[in-house]
Every structure is written in structure tokens, then in C-alpha cells.
């Protein structure tokens, strides 16, 4: 069944939908299989593994030996695989970094992306469109007529089937990705494109606030780095969101600048955003003592204007 995208029309700040749907395009999959498949993550990514329900999903980060990034992304279990939920981009990034370590281990790591068909279920409406289609779910992951569905809040991720009729559509307008990235970017959530491979450790995009790092569960990639972070502190940089209006196209390796009293200066690079005409709403990664006062530009557009929009969620406190 093909689907007809729409362009959202509302405001990015602004009342949204009562029920949207949207088809998650820019995000890809990676299927991890086979006996050793959850001892062999455990090694390699920061979230525990094989402490994670069934029935609940988790944000995690894929780092290098040194504690950078590679990827972060969403990890469940379903349908006798884990599986990690990323930007599409990445997935090309971190899928052959992962399978250099998995020679040793009895695992399979797939590029699951278009084997799958993701779509984004939001909006006051969400939750009884949600019960209507694929009844009462029985926890954060839950499966229907073989759609894995994740739970976030009051918003919805389906995993479906590639060649799966997709009855569950009928009679209602799909909107195109940003419809969906606009409200991840306002979750102040972390999605590492490839641009942003190997660039920040898992705290200073608030990884350890969204409860995407174990500190107790042993050893993996980068670990010393990220624990060192936490215990003798160090880390300088949190992920922000910034809102405002812009004359000029963004671009993913785009960055915003401060304003100081004689002029202004580079404060951090844009990880993701969202433009609709002037409008714009992006995740910055900017020191982590930066006033929630200040103004800032885009660089390169000197009439744009940006402010901080408060995080959802409290950022951690170095124990140091």
C-alpha cells in the first residue's frame, strides 16, 4: 500500500493536531540476533542490556574506545530480536563499527530499515486511536498482528511489517518526517546523526537525564571515559533546545552563536532541527552553564534570533 505524505501546515510553537500520524523515514533499524545477541550489546553500548524488560525500551549510545558517540538510539526487544532505533544516516555510521566486535560472538547485526515501516502516532487523540487499532497495550513495548508498538508518554512509534497491509491508515492524512522530529526536537531527545558521529560522550547530549546510561552494570565501549564523567566530573556541554526565526535555509552541519556584549562568538553545534519557513526549532550542544537568558543567531544569518526553550526533563549533576 502506498502512502500520500503531507507537509504539516500548524505552527512548529503553535497548536498542534489532535491526532497525527507520521511516517518516520528518516529513521532506520538494526536487528540484533541469535544466542549471544544481548551479552554482546551489553559489551558495547551503555544501557543495560540484559536487565531491560520485554516489555519496556530504553535510550542507549554506541560510544568509541574513547567515550564518543557513535550512535544513541532506542533499544527493545521484540519478535526474538533487540533492536535499535536510530537516524537512518547512523545506521550506516555504527552498523560496521558493531560488527568488527561481533566475529567473536555468536550474534547477527542486520540493517533491518527497509524491512520495516516506521510511523509516528501523536496529538490528544493518539492513545484512543492507539486502543482502536491494536487494543490495550500491555506495557512501554507491546505487539498487535505483528506491529511492535512503542509507548513514549502520550505518543506512539509503530513498527510494522514492510509488506504489511496497513489497514490501520485508512481515511487518515500521513504527514512527512519533520511532523515528528519538530516534537522529538521539543523532547529535547538526542538523535546523533552521522554528521555528529564520534563528536560528543554520552552526557553532553543528556543521554544520563533520559536514563540512557548504566553506571552498574560493568564494563563496554568507552566506559571509562563516561564513568569518569560522572564520578570526577568534566563535562562541560548539555544538549539545548533553542527556538526562534531564521531568513536564511539551516543545514545539518550548522552551528549557532552567542551574543556577548561586543559582538558574538561560536557556542555550539546544531544535532538536529526543524524548519517551517522563518520558524525554527533545533537541539544544540552548548556549555552546560550557559545562561537560559541569552540570545543567539545562527551563524551566517545575522537577523536570525534564537532563545532557550526549557528542557522537558532535569539534567544530571556530576557526583564529583
Known amino acids: 500500500m502506498s502512502v500520500t505524505l503531507h507537509n504539516p501546515t500548524w505552527p512548529l510553537t503553535g497548536e498542534q493536531p489532535e491526532l497525527l500520524i507520521a511516517k518516520l523515514s528518516h529513521f532506520g533499524l538494526i536487528s540484533v540476533t541469535d544466542e549471544q545477541a544481548a551479552t554482546f550489546l551489553q559489551g558495547q553500548v551503555t544501557a543495560d542490556v540484559t536487565g531491560l524488560a520485554e516489555t519496556d ?33 547512523t545506521v550506516d555510521a555504527d552498523l560496521p563499527q558493531l560488527q568488527k566486535y561481533a566475529v567473536f560472538s555468536k550474534v547477527t547485526l542486520s540493517d533491518a530499515t527497509t524491512d520495516k515501516l516506521l510511523f509516528g502516532i501523536a496529538g490528544s487523540g493518539a492513545s484512543v486511536f492507539i486502543e482502536k487499532h491494536f487494543g490495550e497495550l500491555s506495557g512501554r513495548v507491546s505487539e498487535s498482528n505483528s506491529v511492535i508498538i512503542l509507548q513514549d508518554n502520550e505518543r506512539y512509534v509503530l513498527v510494522v511489517d514492510a509488506d504489511a497491509e496497513l489497514d490501520f491508515l485508512d481515511g487518515e492524512a500521513v504527514f512527512e518526517s519533520s511532523s515528528w522530529q519538530a516534537l522529538e526536537v521539543a523532547s529535547g531527545y538526542p538523535n546523533i546523526a552521522a554528521n555528529h558521529s564520534g563528536a560528543y560522550i554520552p552526557q553532553m547530549c543528556n543521554l544520563d537525564a533520559l536514563a540512557g546510561i548504566s553506571f552498574t552494570k560493568g564494563c563496554y565501549m568507552g566506559q571509562e571515559t563516561v564513568a569518569r564523567m560522572k564520578y570526577r566530573g568534566g563535562n562541560k556541554r548539555a544538549l539545548y533546545i533553542l527556538e526562534g526565526t ?24 546544531i544535532v538536529e532541527y526543524v524548519q517551517r519557513g522563518s520558524e525554527v526549532l533545533m537541539t544544540v550542544v552548548l556549555a552546560n552553564d550557559t545562561d537560559e537568558t541569552a540570545h543567539f543567531r545562527v551563524a551566517g544569518d545575522s537577523e536570525s534570533q534564537l532563545v532557550i526553550k526549557p528542557l522537558p526533563y532535569v539534567l544530571e549533576v556530576s557526583d564529583a
Open 57 to 89: 525500551w530504553c535510550w542507549g549510545a554506541h560510544c568509541d574506545p574513547k567515550g564518543k558517540m557513535l550512535a544513541s538510539f532506542r533499544l527493545f526487544k521484540a519478535q526474538e530480536a533487540i533492536w535499535m532505533l536510530l537516524p537512518k544516516t
Open 246 to 269: 531564521v531568513n536564511n535555509q539551516l543545514t545539518k552541519d550548522g552551528f549557532v552563536e552567542v551574543a556577548l556584549e561586543n559582538g558574538h562568538r561560536k557556542a555550539g553545534n
